[in-house]
């Protein structure tokens, strides 16, 4: 397999590493996982607290697994230096100055910018819409009021207090990204897929009915509607973090060096 760099060791990266070493005969070839200076894992790991030195170790793919602040700090250096890179936290990319940035650096570098699914799946069948016209996109997120703790969402409710779903936020796609960073990657992601930040609506409930993360796309297209209906279980580490997440990022990484590719 190819030489692995991962950008972060928490709720995200320790299931894939894990996941990773169940799948490939032999183990993962991580030859550095970057982390902040100061911060402690047992585990015998190459960890590192430099970018300099993770891409002096030549990965040939890095894995965002962090925050959209790594994002900034990282991602295009990453992409410059020639190294691939796959975004978990895709919400960052409502910065249209730093999509923009990206794009550039991958395609003077001839790196790679991949964005796996997350969160949410069927966006071949979004994207794929998109190309035969894609007419409205409404994405609409249902978490328990626990995963909106820390969030705009308490200026809209109390969110303890609550007995009945109550919409926390409704408009576009790149204003809930950035309002929500921790909240939305999946907005991103559909947004991405499909018409774009500005044109993508959300709406964002906060339900105490519900123990799971609820993701739900309903499109118009020239090719057919498509309705999407996900209820994921949410990560034991980080309520609002998806479970499925940790295993998208695998999925990205098996499929990197894969024969067969879905």
């Known amino acids: 397999m190819s030489s692995i760099g991962l950008i972060g060791f928490g709720a995200i990266a320790q299931p894939v590493v894990a996941k990773l070493n169940d799948e490939i005969a032999g183990g993962p070839d991580i030859v550095g996982i970057l982390i902040l200076e100061g911060e402690v894992h047992e585990d015998p790991l190459p960890f590192v607290t430099d970018l300099d030195e993770l891409l002096s170790r030549r990965p040939k793919v890095i894995a965002e697994c962090a925050s959209h602040k790594a994002v900034h700090l990282h991602g295009e250096s990453v992409l410059r230096a020639g190294v691939d890179l796959i975004v978990i936290s895709i919400g960052a990319l409502a910065d249209s100055d730093l999509h923009d940035r990206l794009r550039a650096a991958a395609y003077d570098s001839g790196s790679k910018l991949i964005l796996p699914s997350g969160a949410i799946g069927a966006l071949d069948a979004l994207s794929s819409a998109r190309l035969a016209g894609l007419e409205q996109v409404c994405y609409r997120s249902r978490k328990p009021p626990r ?3 820390g969030t705009p969402a308490e200026d809209a409710a109390d969110l303890d207090q609550l007995t009945a779903p109550q919409v926390v936020y409704r408009g576009s796609a790149r204003e809930a990204a950035l309002l929500f960073p921790k909240n939305t990657n999946a907005v991103a992601a559909v947004a991405l ?4 930040f500005e044109d993508t609506e959300v709406e964002l409930v906060a ?3 519900v123990s799971a993360n609820i993701h739900e796309i309903d499109a118009e297209a020239v090719s057919g509607d498509l309705s999407i ?6 990560s034991a580490d980080n309520p609002r973090t998806s479970m499925l997440t940790a295993f998208s990022v695998t999925r990205a990484l098996l499929n990197y060096d894969g024969s067969v590719v879905i």
């Open 147 to 149: 995963a909106w703790k």
């Open 207 to 209: 339900d105490p009915t």
């Open 193 to 196: 897929a499909g018409l774009g």
């Open 229 to 234: 209906r996900l209820e994921g279980r949410p």
